[in-house]
T-cell receptor, first 115, second 116 residues
């Protein structure tokens, strides 16, 4: 069984640029969630995709957007990068069943640095 | 809205000593609670989860946590610390965001150091 994978591992961008991060969900999972983890903090929920539709969003501006594909992989896009966007971006997949008890399995993350 | 507070951003224990990491939650509905561990430069690994089946939950690597509704707590323990337990630990509660998504709300984490 393949776990959650993310690419790239590290990324350096400059302020104002755009970035795309990618995530492949665990086999059999149809739900993908994205989290931002700033240095020294816990992860914060950005949004979740279920069967290619966004079905929930945290307190992040519209320049954070995403996609989910028919194979349930996902992208996170961030436009007009700001210095505060520097963080570890984590993708988590889940089976979409069992509601609140549905366990989310995390990938290794993408470290984004904005200069 | 749900929230989680982890008391103590840094905890140090000697190898072989008891590990106790504290987590208190706030939730208007019966909570579902999780502990995750994060090793340096890695993602989060699930240690254990509480889903109302039993108040004492056993997880991987010898960790366990007890749900205490009266204290709104879900503290993580391990009887004997090992050097490999050194990592950052996050407590999280599952709740709803806008829409129907079940999001995890995390505490700020506790860095565990194990001294030889």
């Amino acid at each position: 069984e393949t776990g959650v994978t993310q690419s790239p591992t590290h990324l350096i961008k400059t302020r104002g640029q755009q970035v795309t991060l990618r995530c492949s969900s665990q086999s059999g999972h149809n739900t993908v969630s994205w989290y931002q983890q700033a240095l020294g903090q816990g992860p914060q929920f950005i949004f979740q995709y279920y069967r290619e539709e966004e079905n929930g969003r945290g307190n992040f501006p519209p320049r954070f957007s995403g996609l989910q594909f028919p194979n349930y992989s996902s992208e996170l896009n961030v436009n007009a990068l700001e210095l505060d966007d520097s963080a570890l971006y984590l993708c988590a997949s889940s089976s979409g069943l069992a509601g609140a008890t549905d366990t989310q399995y995390f990938g290794p993350g993408t470290r984004l640095t904005v200069l | 809205a749900q929230s989680v507070t982890q008391l103590g951003s840094h905890v140090s224990v000697s190898e072989g000593a008891l590990v106790l990491l504290r987590c208190n939650y706030s939730s208007s509905v019966p909570p579902y609670l999780f502990w995750y561990v994060q090793y340096p430069n890695q993602g989060l690994q699930l240690l254990l989860k509480y889903t109302s089946a039993a108040t004492l939950v056993k997880g991987i690597n010898g960790f366990e946590a007890e749900f205490k509704k009266s204290e709104t707590s879900f503290h993580l323990t391990k009887p004997s610390a090992h050097m490999s337990d050194a990592a950052e630990y996050f407590c999280a509660v599952s709740g709803t965001s806008s829409g129907s998504a079940r999001q995890l709300t995390f505490g700020s984490g506790t860095q565990l150091t194990v001294l030889p």
